[in-house]
């Protein structure tokens, strides 16, 4: 029911009905009594809540029947309840795969163009040393 677009479109439109029924005050027939997290607050029974459940219309007697076990017959909520409600979903090691080879590529890019940069300048000092070398012999040989 609760994946159901058509219930959910349904629903909305009731709240909607509902909230317009009743003006600024809010719902059509709600009792101006304390809200929930007043010390004055009562949470309703579960009988009250079955007949409010009985009253609704559009739902099949399947959804009504789940209702009615999972108001009188709770069941505690399991640890994969608690992960699917609170949890973040983990990350596969698949996904960690393909993160680290991402990584390695981007590292490995940079210390190419790091090698190359590195390659150059040398390259560089080396013909400035060799040029300066020459200049040394030709005034060498003009002095002699």
Same mark, same amino acid.
């Given at each position: ?40 607050? +009562?949470? &309703? @029974? !579960? *009988? %009250? ?10 739902? =099949? ?13 709770? +069941?505690? &909520? @399991? !640890? *994969? %309840? ?10 596969? =090691? ?51």
């Amino acid at each position: 029911m609760a994946e159901d677009p058509i219930n959910q479109q349904a629903f909305a439109e009731d709240v909607a009905a509902a909230a317009a029924a009743g003006g600024a005050d809010g719902f059509a027939g709600a009792s101006p009594g304390p809200e929930p997290g007043h010390p004055d607050f +009562k949470m &309703p @029974s !579960p *009988e %009250d809540i079955w007949k409010m459940v009985q009253d609704m219309e559009g739902i =099949s007697d399947a959804e009504r029947e789940e209702l009615r076990e999972s108001i009188f017959n709770p +069941k505690p &909520p @399991s !640890p *994969e %309840d608690f992960m699917r409600q609170y949890g973040h979903p983990g990350h596969s =090691s698949r996904e960690y795969l393909v993160f680290f080879v991402m990584l390695a590529l981007i590292l490995l890019v940079f210390a190419l163009f790091g090698y190359k940069l590195y390659k150059s300048l040398t390259e560089k000092e080396l013909k400035k040393q060799e040029k300066l070398k020459s200049k040394q012999a030709k005034k060498a040989k003009k002095s002699n």
